[in-house]
């Protein structure tokens, strides 16, 4: 399907450069989406929508001017590239010529989830709340989300660029309450994917068992040790850490704005040999993935960290102008309603030639942090704090109690420098990132890592 035929295009970003401009761009998208939760037993009503809509955005010097309209007739595409010209004070520039636009290479979807009936739908969260309430009395209370979105897109720009990427994206998520003697405790899993239906086919409900498995975990949680020690973290969702406390500060935005622990130091050795660290929008089914970005810009590996040393920045065309280098395809925005910005897609450390049973043998008193709740992270720093929603303590180089109340305290670049060890089991699990007030599906992930030393904040006296 055809959002905006390259004809049209071609008239609305000549109107957006009708008092000049070093780039015009046009970005239409359809999206629609469709959601279902249980809460107490109960399938609450589903919820859909649908929507279509389109931004104008020309880019002058170091000046961005931008405005978007719900829908996608000419008429008010016309409208909004008018008005946006406005603001500019130059002589007309011409843009180059288009074609139709070129599908990016979609990510496989077998099973359309539109396709699938809601009973069906319905059946499944019912499932996953019944193996939940199996896994122990002390279960109280579960929750099950499913949500499903397909987004068709389309970009034009006055360089002559003419793309589309049509993304289905499926999530399953599951958060269960445990209670005993008056405490309370809560354990969370999410599966989802650049994918199709196929992706809750196998063993679904293992996401309800898993999210009890930690509620009920945490029952019988210790306090959490004090001071420096030794951190081993957890796959899949432990690489949230990657991602707030280094992925943020490689955004070309804050690091051409110095406000970056990570800015002027491409080619220095910023962590072991041992460490390698991707950003990949383009890993086959992967929650962050995507054809393109939200410039058209076809998305990529981007290798961040080498062998130790930092060796790229995550761009979008606009920061990869300023410092004369070619777009990582990092450019993304939530929806037509905002701009572009450099954003990551899915930021892992490499696998490693370690187990996680190695790492873990080698620690004689420490922490084995699996996954994080909130935290706070400053870029310009690298400082960041971080509450460990699920954590064992580790003594003498065995997993032994839960931990409740543990926080990770420390930088960065210190963490990165102390991380030594990094095993082979390399997972991606699901996330939202926010940034500027827009939010995005990111993939955060890693192997297990252990990091030599870190402040431990714990409630233990």
Not at 111 to 117: A, G, I, S, Y
Not at 243 to 258: F, P, W, Y
Not at 441 to 457: S, Y
Request: charged residues 30%; aromatic residues 4%.
């Amino acid at each position: 399907m055809t959002l905006v035929e390259p004809d049209i295009a071609a008239r609305v970003l000549e109107g957006a450069l009708v008092r000049g401009g070093d780039l015009a761009e046009l970005y239409a998208e359809s999206r629609r989406g469709f959601s279902l939760s249980l809460d107490d037993g109960r399938v609450e009503r589903p919820q859909s929508g649908r929507e279509r809509g389109a931004c104008i955005r020309v880019v002058k010097g170091e000046s961005t001017y931008y405005g978007y309209v719900d829908g996608v007739d000419e008429s008010d595409l016309l409208r909004v590239a008018q008005s946006v010209a406005q603001a500019l004070r130059g002589d007309e520039r011409r843009p180059a010529g288009l074609s139709a636009a070129t599908a990016a290479e979609s990510h496989p979807v077998r099973t359309r989830p539109e396709e699938v009936e809601a009973a069906r739908k319905a059946d499944l969260l019912r499932t996953c709340d019944e193996r939940a309430r199996a896994a122990g009395a002390e279960v109280s209370q579960v929750r099950i989300g499913y949500g499903e979105s397909r987004r068709l897109v389309e970009v034009y720009n006055s360089g002559g660029r003419a793309a589309s990427d049509d993304r289905t994206r499926v999530r399953l998520s599951a958060q269960v309450v445990a209670r005993r003697d008056g405490r309370v405790e809560t354990g969370t899993e999410t599966r989802g994917g650049h994918a199709g239906w196929e992706l809750l086919e196998s063993d679904p409900d293992e996401v309800a068992v898993s999210a009890a498995r930690k509620a009920l975990a945490l029952l019988d949680a210790v306090d959490a040790p004090t001071g420096r020690l030794p951190v081993v973290v957890g796959n899949g969702f432990g690489g949230v850490l990657l991602h707030e406390a280094v992925g943020h500060g490689l955004e070309a935005d804050a690091v051409q704005k110095r406000a970056s622990v990570y800015a002027g130091r491409l080619g220095e050795q910023v962590a072991p040999e041992l460490v390698t660290a991707y950003d990949d929008g383009r890993r086959e089914g992967d929650w962050g993935s995507d054809g393109i970005d939200d410039e058209g810009t076809p998305t990529r590996r981007t290798t961040v960290i080498e062998e130790g040393r930092l060796s790229s920045y995550l761009y979008d065309l606009l920061r990869a102008r300023r410092d004369g280098v070619d777009s990582t395809g990092n450019g993304r925005r939530e929806s037509f309603r905002h701009p572009p910005m450099p954003r990551m897609t899915n930021t892992f450390f490499a696998p490693g030639e370690a187990t996680p049973e190695e790492l873990i043998s080698e620690v004689e008193r420490g922490l084995y942090a699996v996954s994080f709740g909130g935290g706070q992270v400053e870029p310009a720093t690298g400082e960041f704090v971080f509450g460990v929603s699920e954590g064992y303590l580790i003594e003498g180089g065995r997993v032994t109690a839960p931990v409740r109340g543990a926080t990770l305290v420390g930088n960065g670049l210190e963490a990165l420098r102390a991380i030594d060890g990094v095993a082979g089991d390399l997972e991606i699990a699901t996330g939202y990132c926010g940034k500027a007030g827009q939010s995005v599906p990111a993939g955060v992930g890693q192997p297990h890592v252990r990091i030599r030393e870190l402040t431990v904040g714990g409630t233990a006296a």
